[in-house]
């Protein structure tokens, strides 16, 4: 099915294998949430706590899952599906095709003579590609990204502008790299003497995977010496920061602002929620979920929910939150029974 | 009045409608604050933790508060107001005039030939303008900005430099953004099957309202579908994450390192403190007030503030927490209590 | 002793004054971690938490503490010496010089007239110099970097690409800066009159002395009216915000994702873990340490530990949250006398 400017319920109920309730001749423009929606939109209701926006949407028509089909508020005609974010993988892509890169480097760009750059590629203006790096069929480089010597970026990855990849970086096939973020980066090591702080030259290697997708302003450390990794399929979300060494394993997803300090490893299918920090050295194992905000000072075993700072079993740790709210009462309690002791003892 | 070289603390009284202690003809070419001003500064005194900066205060005056313009040390010649912030939002441009910016396009911009671009706006060099870009009356770009396909911009706003906007941004009038920020970027919202993530189509919208201000390498993320908008007369200090589909109240204040999840939808006049942290689909009222490093797990009702992780109700928590550092003392009571009651069973 | 493309033990040990183990005519071409070694590498075991990975080390030789150099696994050949990150001092640039930074400006750099730019100095491509912009021998600044009008840096000062540097800042020599650093930033100063916010203008200085390193993408603001100061020797890891009119001291640490908000001043030698935050107007004292997340908002004496939110002694922090983890058990033991008290009475 190619790319067009509406849909209407029925075809989008083809594309996605779900049902209509209502009039499958209605027609949608676009998507929305279900507060946002405007007349030529599918408003999408996915979870419950929205449903109280019904009221007031706007949307033609409802792109709802099962569960919650039979809402009585909100538009009546509706494509009903087991999963709506799944339906939307279909959906978007049939309104919104992905803008097509147009081939070829810009005049403006500056390539060094030794670059190997495939006609495939995309430059665009101001970017700079450095001596010797070697990109892959169908590369698209940003305007203004810097693209230092010796670098090699895969087939298919996309460098959004104003990325920096420093010197000796290998970045894999189908990566996606947002504004702003630096890969290979010095690490921090230092060693101090008398106060002083001595630089440890930072000469390792800096691999980001295939299918890794890195937010806006990241950064990212090469390692001091030994490389820092970034594992095929891992998600990292905006402004993370990635120390020196680290290796992320494979189909990890890590929420904005997270920060991984020098060597800590972590294993395949971990998730770390927004502002969490991880200290160095440490070994994660797969599959662990750290807790958004989480300062995890110790190692974490696979499987394992942790939060809090020093971060803990999870549901211990909201468990000992609750009582701490509490302790007013416990320290009224105490002095109650001490005063009754002391009275008992006094007769 | 126009911009000058200097002033007297006469004139600076008359401007701001202060009064003068001492020597009105006191000559002063800069402001600073009282412990790291030379002789030719107006010494800032607006908070009592700094009166003991005074005894080595190198100015040759004092821009005071009522309060506080009867200490005995430092410069004897004072001006003498109710507010002296709200002083210096008048004399400071007296003596530091904005910077004019020349309008035009440098020759060393990219410009795409569908752009539209004001002759009263400023280019600067490298800057990148793509297609269907639309900007406002003298919209200053900085150098290095890359401004994506059919964003517009309103009248009066300026982009410092390296800044990126991605396509189909919408930016307000006299919106002032930083170097560094990333405006539009995909949101983070992926479908995990089977232990793969695969990437839903990011194609919503994001809108900067009029006057807002967004600091220094700063993420803002457009809609997954809807919008993400940031409320006229915001303000956002530097490295912010704003996450997809987030709606932020006007004339807020968001200070660094904030990171605001998914759909989170915030109130007018809300304010939260550096490094706080905010999940997805919340609901924050109205003035609400959000402590530093917060952490933000559930609704917060308007005019409340909170703090601590999970984030609660300010005073409690603080409480909680002195109490937290009694414990040990807790402890010892209860073993105390048990001993004595085991004792008196035993009698 | 120039660069070379191998070294062998024995060469290795004269170069650091250590001592070989086994056979000294093993050559080696690269460094890395113990777990991550080729057998071109010399291994670095430097910690005993790492012993573990030397069953599998596949490097031909180990660079060892002589704590650690009796160890069985791992290869058999190795170079003990005190301390292996100094012996890396000096091992590093033997196998890996600094590339050298060609002299001369990139025809494609947009120079302006009046900025003073010594032969001496590298500037890559893309790069913009503002008016009166004074650069010292031999800096480096990097592709896309912008460099605004009356800042003046010093001698041997480099710059990664896309760094900004706004106006009238100062940088000092034998800086580095990393890429995506924005230097001189607008501070975060508004007057509040009904609701809306009013900027303060922010036109103090930004001031990097000498021998500082500052790690990507972080934001360091000017002053309001004075001067944001990073003292001499500090290193500032990756996406660190400094606020305006903060001093900070001589060859401090701050590890990435810090933030210090404005006119905070930390002595001499302090040090600050990763997302660690301090709110404004503090005093921090030389030599205090900051832990990892820690939220400070109150002063620090000199040489002082603290951790946790709101910051505290860490040891006494530490024991009360693991002291926490034991509420549960409290609330019981509480629960317990008070139900053996009212039996008695009832007795």
Do not use: W
């Not at 090469?222 to 920061?241: E, F, M, P, W, Y």
């Not at 992320?248 to 020098?262: D, F, M, N, Y």
């Amino acid at each position: 099915m190619r790319a067009a400017d509406c849909l209407t319920l029925e075809r989008a109920a083809d594309a996605v294998g779900g049902r209509v309730l209502g009039d499958g001749d209605v027609v949608f423009r676009r998507f929305a949430p279900v507060h946002d929606a405007g007349p030529e939109a599918l408003a999408l209701l996915a979870d419950r706590r929205y449903a109280g926006d019904l009221e007031d949407c706007g949307g033609c028509a409802l792109l709802v899952s099962e569960e919650l089909c039979d809402l009585e508020a909100g538009p009546p005609d509706r494509l009903v599906v087991p999963d709506p974010y799944a339906a939307l993988l279909v959906l978007v892509p049939l309104l919104h095709p992905e803008p097509s890169v147009v081939p070829g480097v810009h005049p403006a760009a500056t390539i060094h003579d030794s670059a190997s750059i495939p006609v495939s590629a995309a430059i665009a203006p101001h970017a700079v590609i450095a001596a010797g790096v070697v990109l892959g069929e169908n590369v698209s480089i940003g305007a203004n990204c810097v693209i230092e010597r010796g670098t090699s970026i895969g087939a298919d990855t996309v460098l959004f502008p104003n990325v920096t990849v420093y010197a000796d970086s290998v970045v894999g096939k189908r990566v996606v790299v947002h504004a702003g973020t630096r890969i290979g980066v010095d690490g921090f090591g230092y060693v101090t003497e008398a106060g002083n702080h001595r630089k440890l030259p930072q000469v390792g290697g800096c691999v980001i995977e295939d299918d890794v997708e890195i937010g806006a302003n990241c950064t990212i450390d090469r390692g001091s010496i030994g490389r820092t990794v970034i594992g095929a399929g891992s998600k990292l979300d905006n402004l993370v920061h990635i120390g020196h060494n680290v290796q992320i394993g494979p189909r990890s997803i890590l929420v904005a602002q997270v920060g991984v300090a020098g060597s800590t490893r972590t294993g395949e299918g971990v998730a770390m929620g927004g502002q969490a920090g991880l200290v160095g050295h440490l070994r994660i194992g797969a599959g662990a979920r750290i807790g958004a905000q989480a300062g995890v000072i110790g190692d974490v075993a696979p499987g394992e929910t942790v939060s809090g700072y020093p971060a803990r079993d999870h549901r211990s740790y909201l468990k000992a939150m609750a009582l701490l709210m509490r302790l007013p009462e416990v320290m009224q309690r105490v002095d109650r029974l001490e005063r009754r002791a002391v009275e008992r003892d006094a007769r």
